[in-house]
């Protein structure tokens, strides 16, 4: 089934950027969709957005404007990227990214995604 990998993490400011990257491994066929969700502390695990093979693109109200996700679909790596700008305290959680094999009706829905990172932290200092 292989692996989604996360990167990018870190401590940073608030109003600064960060851009996390989730790579594939051992995957022969990239997931259909690939969906980023977090985990702040003390709440719910959240969607933020996501992206299809074909680059169409979803956003959560609450990081739409200022969340840009984006992939490189070369065969060896399927990465996908998203790019955090204007970071908010509130920003602060472990961040997951996760692919589902087909198209999903429910992208915020976590059920619908077979293959998870192991998340990456990012905190955000007011």
């Known amino acids: 089934q292989g692996n989604l990998i996360e990167s990018g993490g870190g401590l940073v400011q608030a109003g600064d950027s960060l851009e996390l990257s989730c790579a594939a491994s051992?995957?022969?066929?990239?997931?259909?969709?690939t969906g980023w969700f977090r985990h702040p502390p003390g709440k719910e695990r959240e969607f933020l957005g996501a992206?299809?093979?074909?680059?169409?693109?979803?956003?959560s109200d609450s990081v739409k404007g200022r969340f840009t996700i984006s992939r490189d679909n070369d065969k060896n790596t399927y990465t996908v990227s998203l790019q955090m700008n204007s970071l908010k305290p509130e920003d602060t959680g472990v961040y997951y990214c996760?692919?589902?094999?087909?198209?999903?009706?429910?992208?915020?829905?976590?059920?619908?995604?077979?293959?998870w990172g192991q998340g990456t932290q990012v905190t955000v200092s007011s």
């Open positions: 996760a692919g589902a094999p087909g198209s999903i009706t429910r992208l915020e829905n976590e059920n619908e995604y077979n293959t």
């Open positions: 051992g995957i022969s066929v990239p997931p259909y969709v």
């Open positions: 992206i299809t093979l074909s680059r169409q693109t979803f956003y």
